[in-house]
């Protein structure tokens, strides 16, 4: 089975800190993502990578970055947390064009 | 402007009884739909898909029926057991094959004992 492990299940940061969730995957996939779940919002793309060092935004990355230096890791980066970012962060994997493996999510809250 | 559709917030449903998550779609390059199921403080996991080639997915005791002419896709758990209760996620992909997702926002199943 595909693996996805995301580094942290619970976090806790200060507005203004630069936050870095992490994400790796155990099966050479080319694309990862990640998402944020809000209640009555669903899941929202924030960026994705077909490949190393490729990136390409999602339909909200404002106040986020990533980095992909890696096949196998996918970072997210906020660059100064604030509080409206307070959310499950959930990254996936895929090999192709098939459907998504997600790893356990990270609850982040910016206090 | 949500290109995938779940209407219905949650949904309540007796243990035994049959339940029917409903997702409807508006972009017709959609070629491929799939169904993840989310307990609390966990990812996602795939549940189920289906092709646009096809109009009805059996597996075990979910089906998910798709009716291109209407945009409409649905998912059918029968019976419906307790360890059911989840967040259901409808999904869609793009005919370019390597596009991300797009996922609806969700419709919370309680079944009841």
């Known amino acids: 089975d595909v693996k996805v492990t995301q580094s942290s299940r619970y976090l806790v940061k200060r507005t203004g800190e630069k936050v870095f969730l992490e994400c790796v995957q155990d099966?050479?996939?080319?694309?990862m993502f990640w998402y944020r779940q809000d209640p009555g919002l669903g899941l929202r793309l924030i960026y994705f990578?077909?490949?190393?060092?490729?990136?390409e935004k999602g339909d909200i990355p404002e106040g986020y970055s990533v980095s992909r230096e890696k096949k196998e890791r996918f970072s997210l980066i906020l660059e100064s947390a604030s509080t409206n970012q307070t959310s499950m962060y959930l990254c996936a994997s895929r090999k192709g064009p098939y459907g998504y493996t997600f790893g356990s999510g990270t609850r982040l809250t910016v206090v | 402007d949500q290109q995938v559709k779940q209407n219905s917030p949650s949904l309540s449903v007796q243990e035994g009884r049959i339940s029917i998550l409903n997702c409807d779609y508006t972009?017709?390059?959609?070629?491929?739909f799939l169904w993840y199921k989310k307990y609390p403080a966990e990812g996602p996991t795939f549940l189920i898909s289906?092709?646009?080639?096809?109009d009805k997915n059996e597996d075990g005791r979910f089906t998910v029926f798709l009716n291109k002419s209407a945009k409409h896709l649905s998912l059918h758990i029968v019976p419906s057991q307790p360890g059911d209760s989840a967040v259901y996620f409808c999904?869609?992909?793009?005919?370019?094959?390597?596009?991300?997702?797009?996922f609806g926002k969700g419709t919370r199943l309680s079944v009841i004992a």
């Open positions: 990578s077909y490949d190393v060092k490729m990136k």
């Open positions: 999904a869609a992909r793009g005919n370019s094959g390597n596009t991300p997702l797009v």
């Open positions: 099966m050479d996939h080319e694309n």
């Open positions: 289906i092709s646009s080639i096809k």
């Open positions: 972009n017709s390059m959609f070629d491929y």
